[in-house]
């Protein structure tokens, strides 16, 4: 789903759903043989965001800096890690760029809230050694381990250093933590001062991993914007939710983002990223201990045919067969891989405030979950419709379980999704 704006502010969104259904040629690696579970102490991954195109901001998104790029100026980027170790290192995209990015320099501290970082936590990241890398356009990359220890929950301050223009940046357009922008070299510089512009995305970083410590595997969430946290605030996404559910049950296990909210099953979208069964392998198969994923797709191709624009366009509804068969793609890669697959239902559509349901798309829905539920192709099920439904009607979630878009869950219907998932599946 697609609405992307959280509590700052409600607008109905212009751009709300679409595109072209484009079934078959998921993009994976298969392998004959199962992958191996990661050996506690090895290296996860604890936090991610999933990359996207650069997209210029508008009345319903808001603003951010990737159509511009940067250009002598440090920009500081706060995450959460589910879980510590004693070791980090970072993940760097330049998938979307089209010239290459140089990165002269990285840091990486203990967050102090908003762009402050706490004195004398800072540690410089290298890369082969190096300072200062060059990222080669559509290339990924993986800095140097630094020794700083972790704790479970805890946020960090990654800061990152340019000095030449870097053209358009890949990002991912909706976060629930501010990014900050400082003119100038303020890598190492602990307050936040100097960090006067900020903006509700993040760029260039894709995910911070952690070693040393006793998480095991990773569960990806992988998504819409039901995953990618639209409704929620500050830490009350249900991946979120999920990664303190893992640590209070003392599961050698995190869980992750790799949500974008508008994203498709079955279609790219300039806007909303590339079709689920395209970005598969990078966001979810690729990264490191992963061992089983959480996906929940299907609702922005149900609304495609109700709204037409520049972001996505799809002229007929889809069907139950088409969503059921892209679901299929996702688990059969993911299986070649041995990693697990929880299928996650699609939240009730009826009672938005903006033009998602239809008589056409409510079977289309019906007909994906009651597939999802009873098929037995999903290892597991999390029943996110269930969770949500109203008791009087079940095509309509709870209003104490909703944003005032009418949609998506707030912060307490996130708490009601991460409270179904059976931990155990994970």
Same mark, same amino acid.
Request: include cysteine; hydrophobic fraction near 40%.
């Given at each position: ?6 509590? %700052? ?7 709300? @759903?679409?595109?072209?259904? @484009? ?41 951010? +800096? ?7 100026? $440090? =920009? #500081? ?11 980090? #290192? ?20 203990? $967050? ?9 936590? $800072?540690? &410089? ?27 479970? =929950? ?6 990152? &250093? ?10 991912? &357009? ?10 100038? !070299? ?22 911070? !991993? ?26 009350? #996404?249900?991946? !979120? ?32 990223? !590339? ?37 996505? %366009? ?21 299986? $070649? ?11 009730? @559509? ?6 998602? +349901? ?9 007909? =994906?979950?009651? +597939?999802? %539920? ?7 099920? =999390? ?35 991460? #409270? ?7």
């Amino acid at each position: 789903m697609n609405f992307t704006r959280h509590t %700052r502010s409600f607008r109905i969104p212009l751009a709300v @759903l679409g595109g072209t259904a @484009l079934t078959g040629g998921l993009v994976y690696a298969a392998t004959a043989s199962a992958a191996a579970p990661a050996a506690p102490g090895g290296w996860v991954q604890s936090w991610a965001a999933a990359p996207q195109r650069p997209v210029a901001g508008n009345e319903d998104d808001g603003a951010n +800096w990737s159509t511009t790029g940067f250009k002598d100026q $440090s =920009l #500081r980027q706060v995450i959460r890690v589910g879980q510590g170790g004693a070791r980090v #290192r970072i993940r760097l995209s330049n998938r979307y760029g089209t010239k290459p990015l140089k990165v002269a320099g990285a840091t990486v501290a203990r $967050s102090a809230g908003g762009a402050q970082a706490w004195p004398d936590t $800072s540690a &410089r990241v290298t890369f082969g050694g190096a300072a200062s890398v060059m990222v080669k356009p559509g290339a990924e990359l993986v800095g140097d381990p630094v020794a700083l220890s972790t704790s479970p =929950l805890e946020k960090l301050a990654v800061t990152l &250093r340019f000095t030449s223009a870097t053209g358009p940046a890949t990002f991912h &357009r909706f976060t629930t933590q501010a990014a900050y922008l400082a003119k100038g !070299d303020h890598t190492a510089d602990p307050a936040g001062g100097a960090f006067t512009a900020s903006t509700d995305a993040l760029y260039y970083l894709t995910g911070v !991993d952690v070693a040393g410590g006793k998480v095991a595997g990773t569960a990806v969430a992988f998504g819409d914007s039901l995953v990618d946290g639209t409704g929620s605030t500050g830490e009350g #996404r249900w991946p !979120d939710v999920l990664a303190g559910r893992l640590l209070t049950a003392g599961r050698p296990a995190t869980s992750v983002n790799a949500g974008i909210a508008g994203n498709q099953l079955l279609a790219d979208s300039p806007c909303f990223g !590339d079709k689920a069964l395209t970005r598969f392998r990078k966001d979810v198969l690729d990264v490191p201990g992963v061992r089983s994923v959480l996906i929940h797709l299907g609702a922005n191709d149900i609304g495609a045919s109700q709204v037409q624009n520049e972001c996505q %366009r799809r002229a007929a509804p889809v069907t139950p067969q088409e969503l059921i068969a892209g679901h299929r793609e996702l688990i059969r890669a993911a299986h $070649s891989r041995g990693v697990k697959a929880t299928g996650v239902t699609v939240l009730p @559509l009826k009672g938005a405030l903006f033009p998602i +349901w239809s008589p056409e798309g409510e079977k289309a829905r019906q007909g =994906l979950n009651h +597939w999802i %539920r009873t098929s037995g192709e999903y290892d597991a099920v =999390l029943d996110a419709d269930r969770a949500m439904a109203g008791p009087a009607d079940p095509d309509r979630s709870l209003l104490a379980y909703t944003f005032q878009d009418g949609l998506h869950p707030n912060d307490a219907g996130h708490q009601a999704i991460a #409270r179904a998932a059976d931990l155990g599946a994970l």
